[in-house]
C-alpha cells in the first residue's frame, strides 16, 4: 500500500475505536481488530486488493443492524460518508459498501448478492472469530446482553430458517451453534480460513459434548 493509503487505514481506525467506544463486548474494537489481523493473515495467500481487505474488515461492523433495530442501511451509509471525507476513490468505496452489505451471515437460506476475493477475505475473517473459544465467548456475552436462556431442551434449534425468522429468534444461546456457528466451517471461502475453522470448529464441538455432560450431571 502507499503512504497515503496506510494513513487513510490509521485514520479508519481511529474512527471506528470512536464510534464503538461502548458496543457490546462481541462486537466492539477488539471484534474490529481480530478481524482486521484475521483478513491480513489470510491476505498473505490470496490474489486480492489489500486496500480494500483492510477497509472492509476495519468498517464491516461500523453500524452492525442487530444494534440498531434491523436497519441494514446505516454501515453501508456511514462506511461511505467516512471513506468520501477521506477522499478515497469512488470504486473503492463501492467495494467496500459491498463487502458490508453482504459479509454478514443471514440465515441458512439468505443468498450472497456480490462477490469478489477481498469479500472472500474479509468474510472468512469474520467468521474465524465466530468459531473456537472467542466465538464461544461471543456467543454467551450476546446471549447475557439479550437475557436469553444459556440452554432449553425444549427449544430445538432450526436450519431453515428465512432472514426474517433468522433476525427475529429469541432462541436459547446453545442453538445459535447449530443455527448458524457449525455451519460456517463448510462454508469458508479460502484455504486459509478453511484450515483454520476446523480447528475451531472441532473445539467447539468438545466444547458442546462437556457442556451436554455437565447439564446431564455427570462427572
Do not use: C
Not at 446482553?145 to 436450519?159: A, E, T, V
Amino acid at each position: 500500500m502507499t503512504a497515503i493509503e496506510n494513513q487513510q487505514i490509521e485514520a479508519t481506525k481511529t474512527f471506528v475505536q470512536n464510534t464503538l467506544k461502548d458496543a457490546e463486548g462481541g462486537h466492539d474494537w477488539f471484534h474490529i481488530q481480530r478481524v482486521y489481523h484475521n483478513a491480513l493473515l489470510i491476505s498473505k495467500r490470496e490474489s486480492v486488493n489489500t486496500f480494500v481487505v483492510s477497509l472492509g474488515a476495519l468498517l464491516h461492523d461500523i453500524a452492525d443492524s442487530k444494534f440498531h433495530n434491523g436497519d441494514e442501511t446505516l454501515g453501508p451509509q456511514m462506511a461511505r460518508t467516512f471513506l468520501f471525507q477521506l477522499n478515497i476513490d469512488s470504486k473503492v468505496i463501492e467495494h467496500v459498501v459491498h463487502i458490508i452489505e453482504n459479509i454478514s451471515f443471514k440465515g441458512g437460506n439468505e443468498k450472497q448478492q456480490f462477490r469478489s476475493p477481498e469479500l472472500d477475505v474479509v468474510q472468512d475473517a469474520d467468521r474465524l472469530d465466530a468459531l473456537g473459544a472467542i466465538g464461544i465467548a461471543r456467543t454467551f456475552n450476546y446471549g447475557g446482553y439479550k437475557n436469553r436462556k444459556l440452554f432449553d431442551p425444549s427449544i430445538k434449534p432450526k436450519l431453515d430458517m428465512s432472514k426474517e425468522a433468522y433476525k427475529a429468534s429469541t432462541a436459547p444461546t446453545i442453538n445459535h451453534f447449530y443455527e448458524k456457528l457449525l455451519l460456517l466451517k463448510d462454508r469458508m471461502n479460502t484455504k486459509t480460513g478453511k484450515a483454520i475453522a476446523t480447528k475451531r470448529h472441532n473445539y467447539m464441538l468438545g466444547f458442546l459434548d462437556q457442556f451436554y455432560a455437565e447439564w446431564d450431571g455427570e462427572k
